[in-house]
């Protein structure tokens, strides 16, 4: 996707844009790089503390946003955009992608039985975290790239490229 058709869906061109599948994995893949230093982070914190299965969750959930959010938010405020507009600019780009990351690397890691009393030291924890956030960038794929492709999401960030 050019510059040009993303400002023409923001200014009210209601064609569908075609994104390629390259296109949709590199979003994917920067959202997934913001998700991933949050969601280690969070089970790693979580787990050495040994916290609840649930309060690791929800810790790993919101260093997955924080992370995502300032991925963005630092690429943005690098293009000139003041930092509450890179704010909302995050917001509509990342949070639908970070969302379902966030529920199915989740559900993965819940679902992997050992995997969150395996501790930072056991192998069963790296892989079934390493296989959790693989299964969440599968499932996110098809999504962000709809989601371009109605000029929202990652199209967003683009425009500002």
Do not use: K
């Amino acid at each position: 996707m050019h510059d040009h058709t993303v400002h023409a869906r923001q200014h009210g061109d209601s064609t569908p844009q075609r994104v390629s599948w390259a296109m949709a994995a590199q979003a994917t893949l920067h959202c997934l790089t913001g998700c991933a230093i949050g969601e280690v982070l969070g089970m790693v914190i979580g787990t050495s503390l040994g916290l609840h299965d649930v309060a690791t969750v929800a810790l790993a959930i919101a260093l997955a946003f924080v992370f995502g959010y300032a991925l963005t938010m630092r690429s943005v405020l690098r293009a000139g955009v003041p930092f509450r507009a890179a704010l909302r600019v995050a917001l509509a780009a990342d949070t639908v992608s970070i969302l379902v990351m966030e529920i199915v690397d989740n559900a993965v890691m819940l679902g992997v039985p050992g995997a969150m009393e395996a501790g930072i030291g056991g192998v069963l924890f790296w892989a079934s975290l390493a296989f959790a956030l693989a299964v969440a960038f599968v499932v996110t794929l098809p999504i962000n790239r709809a989601l371009m492709s109605r000029g929202r999401g990652h199209a967003v960030v683009h425009a500002l490229h």
